[in-house]
């Protein structure tokens, strides 16, 4: 487990308590359940590759004992910073998706990005699940003042505030990152890589090849990161 300002969250740690080591902030909402299996085993991956992992829970995530409607960006930010913090050694980020807007106040050496996107998109998303489901969400993104209770996308409910910080929220761009996005994505990398977008599957699946092929580009990275 890890403390941070609001309790004490748990956390699954990989690999060796010293040297080089990575956390993992997975995506968001139902595309983190869709893909946790999927960072264990990449995390046990890097593990054999000499590289430990951390994979906090955040509050309101997972099996946090904070309600979802509770959980706030600034809360998500501090509790992963601190979660970052337990690690003594050189440290790096492993973001997926809505994982990236998340570690903006980690104390690591460089973030490396899988297919990372912008919090105006995800937000875009949830609405359209919600109107998918015919439960259309009333919210007006730019509508600070509005204190509503929380709205419930796909069994989450998520607060009003949440939601207009997660559209106004980006990744990091400065320092060391790195960007990798599959091949079927028309947007920026650094690399393209072949395989299937595990947090769109409508079940958790996991891609054996696939983390093989993550973690050894995250690995390399961090050498020559190193170097």
């Keep these: 487990s890890y403390d941070w300002a609001g309790g004490r969250e748990a956390m699954f740690r990989f690999g060796a308590s010293a040297g080089p080591a990575v956390i993992l902030a997975l995506p968001l909402f139902e595309e983190g359940n869709r893909t946790r299996t999927f960072a264990v085993g990449l995390l046990r991956e890097l593990a054999d590759r000499g590289v430990a992992g951390l994979l906090p829970d955040l509050p309101g995530q997972n099996d946090s004992p904070v ?15 601190a979660a970052a913090a337990t690690h003594g050694g050189p440290l790096f980020s492993v973001t997926i998706r809505g994982g990236s807007l998340i570690d903006h106040d980690a104390p690591v050496v460089g973030r490396w990005q899988l297919a990372p996107a912008k919090g105006e998109a995800l937000v875009r998303e949830l609405l359209r699940t919600a109107r998918a489901s015919g439960d259309a969400v009333a919210i007006d993104l730019e509508a600070w003042s509005d204190e509503g209770g929380p709205v419930t996308i796909a069994g989450n409910r998520i607060s009003r505030p949440l939601l207009r910080d997660l559209d106004a929220a980006d990744c990091v761009r400065d320092g060391l990152v790195r960007v990798v996005r599959l091949e079927t994505d028309p947007a920026v990398a650094d690399r393209k890589v072949d395989g299937a977008p595990l947090w769109r599957q409508s079940e958790p699946r996991d891609d054996h090849a696939f983390a093989n092929t993550l973690a050894d580009d995250i690995a390399d990275w961090i050498d020559r990161c190193a170097n």
């Design 67 to 81: 309600a979802t409607e509770h959980a706030m960006l600034a809360g998500w930010r501090a509790a992963f910073a």
